[in-house]
C-alpha cells in the first residue's frame, strides 16, 4: 500500500503520518504540491516532521512530486487502485471497504489537505472515496488521526 499527501501544510501532520505509515507497514509516501519534505531543498532535515515522526521518515521511502493529479494518472496505468479519504457526495463509510491482502501492494490511499480537503478534479479520478462518519459538533479529523483509523481498518481486515 502506498499514501498520496497532496497539499497538506502542517509537517506535524506530516510526521505524524510517517510514523502511523511505518507501523501499518506503508511502502511508499508521495508528498504532492506543499506537502513539506523530511528533506528539504537543500539537504536539511525537516526537524518539526522528525520530531513526530521518530526516525519513520528515514524508514519509508518518500518521493516529493509537484502534482498530485499527475501521479495518479501514473499509478492507475500502473495497475493501482486510487482511494481516497474525503467528505463527497459519493464517499461511503470506511469500514464498507475490504482489500484482499494480494491487492494492497496496488492500492494507492489519498488524503486530503487539512482546510481544503481533496479537489474535486482529484476526487474524479479515484476509484473509491471513503469517508469516517462523525457523530458529534465537528464534521472532520485531524488529518493525522483520519488516516491512522482508515489504514489500520484497510490493512486488519
Known sequence: MIVILPDIRS?????????????????KIYLC??????????????KEIAKVAL??????????????????????KQGYEIVAVEQDARSIPYTHMRIKKSDRMRTAVIMGSEVEGLSSPILKRCDTI??????????SLNVGGAFGIVIFHLICR
Not at 471513503?130 to 464534521?139: Q, R, S, Y
Open 33 to 46: 504540491g506543499i506537502t513539506p519534505a523530511p528533506i528539504d531543498r537543500f539537504g536539511r532535515p525537516n
Open 11 to 27: 509537517a506535524h501532520n506530516v510526521g505524524s503520518i510517517f510514523r502511523t505509515a511505518d507501523a501499518a507497514g506503508v511502502e
Open 55 to 76: 526516525g519513520a521518515e528515514q524508514s519509508i521511502p518518500w518521493e516529493s512530486t509537484a502534482s498530485a493529479a499527475a501521479l495518479i494518472t501514473r499509478l492507475k
Open 130 to 139: 471513503l469517508e469516517i462518519p462523525m457523530h458529534g459538533a465537528k464534521e
